[in-house]
Structure formats: C-alpha cells, structure tokens
C-alpha cells in the first residue's frame, strides 16, 4: 500500500510569489490535514479537508487555502509568500479524520523564500 | 488552553541503554488521545504509540513502553535497550476534538541522539 506522497520535495520562491503544494494520500483516505514546521513554531495545523470540504482551519491568514478532489487528493495554495513562509509543509492521511485515528505523514515539502 | 510540553529539548545516550522521554499536557476535554510520532531526518512523522484518556493501562510494545499518568497530565514514552537507528526527534501530541474535525496539538520535540 502507498504511502502519502507529497510533491514537490523542495521548492524554493521569492517573495511575493505563490505556490501550490499537493499531496496524494493512502487509497481510501479520505481526511488529508496540512501542518506547517518551523524552528520557531514548531509543528502547526494548518487545515484539513473531508470528502472535499474544508471542516477545520488553523490560526494562520487568509493567504494560505488549499482543497481537495473527489479522489481525496489535495492541495494548498500559499499566495503573496513572505520569508516567514519558509518551512516544512506537511500532509497528513487517515480514514475519517476521527479525533482516536492515528496520521499518516508524507515527507514534506521544504519551501524555501528568498 | 490545549498545550504540550517537553521539557527535554536534545537527549543523548549510548546504545543499549533505557531512554525515558517526557510529556506533559493540558486540556480541558474529558475525553482526548495522547500520541507519540517519530521525525527521522527524512521528515515524514512515524506514528509509535496512541493511548486513550479513560484507560489508564500502561502498556509495552516491543522495545517501547508508556506511562499515563492522569492525575499529573503526563504521557512518558521509553525506549529499551536503545539502537542508532532510535535516533530521531519524538513528538508527543494531544488530539483535540475541534468542530467537526480532530488536529494534533504537538509539543516542540526531543532531539534523540543514540551514539554507538
């Protein structure tokens, strides 16, 4: 069974560029969360979708969105990039997004902003 | 507020020895799941263990080990007899049920480094 993918692995932006991050989970997945690691601020929920809706949002500003699809694959968008945008973006995977579900991780994509 | 804690930023050992690694957390729910991942230097995080908030059972898994302790709002993880390949950053992490939806709250992370 494949893992979550996540592509690009790096990518590196200048600011005020936007870029768009995408992530394929396990098959049969259907809850995919985002979460953003930083050195500073450590590991923060982002976002997570649900049969293509988006049910809960992090405390992050409106530049950030993303979606899902019907095959449960998503993406996340991040307009307008700031340098303090530069981290590790991770996508998570897991049946229902149920509260005792254990996650699923891709590697990440390392965003650089210069 | 929902928050964890580790206090331990960087811990090192030499192989084959015990390694207690601290969790505490805060919340406000009755009922909640403690986790701990595993963040090799490839960066994908690695699910270890999960425990419930109404069993208070400590259990052992192969080389890990938990202690819950509800009454201090603390989830302990162990590693027995440590190996190299032990070496990552540990995540302890609160499921907190927000909306619709669960999101981990995670704590800052203990740097393992099992030297041979």
């Known amino acids: 069974k494949a893992g979550v993918t996540q592509t690009p692995r790096y990518l590196i932006k200048t600011r005020g560029q936007q870029v768009t991050l995408s992530c394929s989970p396990i098959?049969?997945?259907?809850?995919v969360s985002w979460y953003q690691q930083t050195p500073g601020q450590g590991l923060q929920f982002l976002f997570e979708?649900?049969?293509?809706?988006?049910?809960n949002k992090g405390n992050f500003p409106g530049r950030f969105s993303g979606r899902q699809f019907s095959n449960s694959r998503s993406e996340m968008n991040v307009s307008t990039l700031e340098l303090g945008d530069s981290a590790l973006y991770l996508c998570?995977?897991?049946?229902?997004?149920?509260?005792?579900?254990?996650?699923?991780f891709g590697s990440g994509t390392q965003l650089s902003v210069l | 507020a929902q928050k964890v804690t580790q206090a331990q930023t960087e811990i090192s050992v030499v192989e084959k020895e015990d390694v207690t690694l601290d969790c505490v957390y805060e919340?406000?729910?009755?009922?909640?799941?403690l986790f701990w991942y595993k963040q090799p230097p490839s960066g994908e995080l690695v699910f270890l263990i999960r425990?419930?908030?109404?069993?208070?059972q400590n259990e052992i898994s192969g080389r890990y080990s938990w202690n819950f302790q509800k009454s201090t709002s603390s989830f302990n993880f162990t590693i027995t007899a440590s190996q190299v390949v032990d070496s990552a950053v540990y995540f302890c992490?609160?499921?907190?049920?927000?909306?619709?939806?669960?999101?981990?709250?995670f704590g800052t992370g203990t740097l393992l480094a099992v030297q041979p």
């Open positions: 425990r419930n908030s109404f069993d208070e």
């Open positions: 992490a609160l499921s907190e049920r927000d909306g619709a939806t669960n999101k981990l709250i």
């Open positions: 919340t406000r729910d009755t009922t909640y799941y």
């Open positions: 979708y649900f049969s293509e809706t988006q049910r």
């Open positions: 098959s049969g997945h259907r809850s």
């Open positions: 998570a995977s897991s049946l229902l997004g149920n509260t005792n579900e254990k996650l699923f």
